[in-house]
């Protein structure tokens, strides 16, 4: 293809996937849907720049927080439920945790950040939850 003379090139998620700063990332397919316009990985160049300034070190809290939340809200309801963090602790522990002790991990956060008691994290809730975590500016980044 010649890149060149095409006015709308998207890249797809598996050149995304395969990139060397997110190849190692577990949630590398999540991470080109969210920045996809239409949810299926395929990137614009907009796209592109979107998901590395979200990702640089320079990028404010907030918006660091706004995508943190839409990348682990995996069923796009704009909660975090339990199913939701079940799918994130089994991506970031590879599957090597019995299905116990992911239920317990779930049920611990929802019972320690779920404010409003309704069983799920709301995206206020999830803000609130990673404002008592100093380190998550400095571990959601991209190494470029």
């Known amino acids: 293809m010649d890149y060149t003379k095409e006015n709308d090139v998207k890249l797809p998620p598996q050149l995304i996937c395969n990139m060397p700063e997110l190849k190692e990332n577990p949630f590398k397919q999540r991470i080109a849907e969210v920045f996809s316009d239409d949810a299926s990985g395929n990137l614009s160049f907009n796209d592109f720049v979107d998901m590395f300034s979200v ?3 320079m990028a404010p809290r907030d918006l660091k927080a706004f995508y943190a939340f839409k990348i682990y809200d995996f069923n796009n309801d704009d909660f975090i439920c339990k199913e939701d963090l079940r799918v994130t602790l089994n991506k970031l522990t590879r599957d ?3 299905q116990e002790e992911v239920t317990l991990v779930c ?5 320690e950040a779920d404010l409003d ?5 709301s995206y206020t809730d999830f803000e609130n939850m990673i404002s008592r975590a100093p380190e998550f500016l400095s571990t959601f980044h991209i190494r470029i």
């Open 117 to 121: 008691g309704d069983e799920k994290l």
């Open 107 to 111: 049920d611990k956060v929802i019972d």
């Open 55 to 57: 990702f640089s070190e």
């Open 96 to 98: 090597e945790l019995a």
